[in-house]
């Protein structure tokens, strides 16, 4: 008898230990999902560029370049769309909102940081079943377009100073 329920425990736990191992493999797939893939799909809008001809003013405000360079980058690449998604939301948190310097610290500018601010963190935190929904996909391009919006009152900022 007892060799018999050891048999069958042995059978038994082999086989949960098969299941578990599928498990794994399937969520790894998921979260190995290309950020570039979303912009192939023509989802994703053109992003806006801060106007070469102000680059002096745009400087003084350091925090936002470096978010800036980093999802044009995000944009052309074709690595793990979390990894990228972690580290935007990493360098959103070094804009401050009461931080801004003086010449885009306008409600306009302030606005719309809060609103990619929201975007970013709301996708930084979803979970890996998710990343293959249409839900998804639409704060991604969310993502875009406020940030497409933040850039706009950037350079209609630095223009009407620079008049």
């Known amino acids: 008898m007892t060799l018999r329920h050891t048999f069958f425990f042995l059978v038994l736990l082999l086989f949960s230990c098969k299941n578990e191992t599928k498990t794994n493999v399937v969520t790894e797939n998921i979260s190995e999902v290309a ?19 102000y680059n002096s003013e745009f400087e003084k405000w350091s925090e936002f370049l470096s978010f800036s360079e980093l999802l044009n980058e995000t944009y052309n690449e074709d690595t793990n769309h979390r990894i990228l998604i972690s580290s935007l939301n990493d360098q959103l948190e070094n804009i401050k909102i009461d931080e801004i310097p003086d010449p885009f610290n306008t409600p306009p500018i302030i606005g ?6 929201t975007f970013v963190e709301k996708i930084s935190l979803s979970d890996e079943t998710e990343f293959n929904t249409e839900e998804y996909k639409d704060d991604i391009k969310k993502i875009i377009l ?4 933040l850039a706009y009152q950037l350079n209609v900022r630095v223009k009407e100073i620079n008049l």
Request: charged residues 25%.
């Open 112 to 117: 719309r940081t809060k609103v990619l601010k």
């Open 146 to 149: 406020s940030f497409n919006a």
């Open 35 to 53: 950020f570039k893939s979303f912009f192939d799909q023509n989802i994703i809008p053109e992003i806006v560029q801060l106007d070469n001809l």
